[in-house]
């Protein structure tokens, strides 16, 4: 992971770890339990963390974002969707 984009990265990582898992958990509908389980997923907690810490580096990422580190979050993002519908 490159340093320059590291904590942008974090932040997308949870938003896809939390799209799977809410993916996982109405597999079969909605139901009231679904939601203390969400909160409780070990993925989820994982990932909330990282992504948390560096939140507030994140606007100077992106101001100086370059076209290969674009390309990097790409690449990324793309791997990410890649494991949601695979």
Known sequence: MSKDVHN?????????????????????????TDI???LASEEL???????????????GEIADISLVEGMELGIFAVNEVRKLIL
């Open 8 to 32: 942008l990265k974090e932040v997308m990582k949870l938003g896809f770890v939390v799209s799977a898992v809410l993916i996982k958990q109405l597999k079969d509908g909605f139901q009231i």
């Open 45 to 59: 907690r994982a990932a909330v963390a990282p992504a948390v810490e560096g939140i507030t580096e994140i606007p």
């Open 36 to 38: 203390p389980a969400f």
